[in-house]
């Protein structure tokens, strides 16, 4: 089992910035991509960005230029820089671990609780 704990979000004006935060914890071995996905009210959850372990990212065409996800390995902890806010990325942002082999996920997918980033206009 892998356990993901957010923290990060919060309320903060168009053009602002925040950077989340994701620590991993338990059987870190399984698991050697990291991401963040959104979720915004009455909308289905979407995938922000990827990141494996040996650092190649992946990003939604609707945050490229404005968010940076980035990881520390030695702290089991990935990170969401978000810049150039706007009230559309309104939503509560989830950490996602699992292991992924030749562009197919094997085992679980384990999901955080989310964090909360408003953006008011």
């Known amino acids: 089992q892998v356990q993901l704990v957010e923290s990060g979000g919060g309320l903060v004006q168009a053009g602002g910035s925040l950077r989340l935060s994701c620590a991993a914890s338990g059987n870190i071995r399984s698991i050697n991509t990291m991401a963040w996905y959104r979720q915004a009210p009455g909308k289905q959850r979407e995938l922000v960005a990827t990141?494996?372990?040996?650092?190649?990212?992946n990003y939604a065409d609707s945050v490229k230029g404005r968010f940076t996800i980035s990881r520390d390995n030695a702290k089991n902890t990935v990170y969401l820089q978000v810049n150039s806010l706007k009230p559309e990325d309104t939503a509560v942002y989830y950490c996602?671990?699992?292991?992924?082999?030749?562009?197919?996920?094997?085992?679980?997918?384990?999901w955080g609780k989310g964090t909360l980033v408003t953006v008011s206009s």
């Open positions: 996602n671990a699992y292991r992924q082999e030749y562009s197919i996920i094997v085992g679980m997918k384990y």
């Open positions: 990141i494996t372990t040996g650092g190649s990212t």
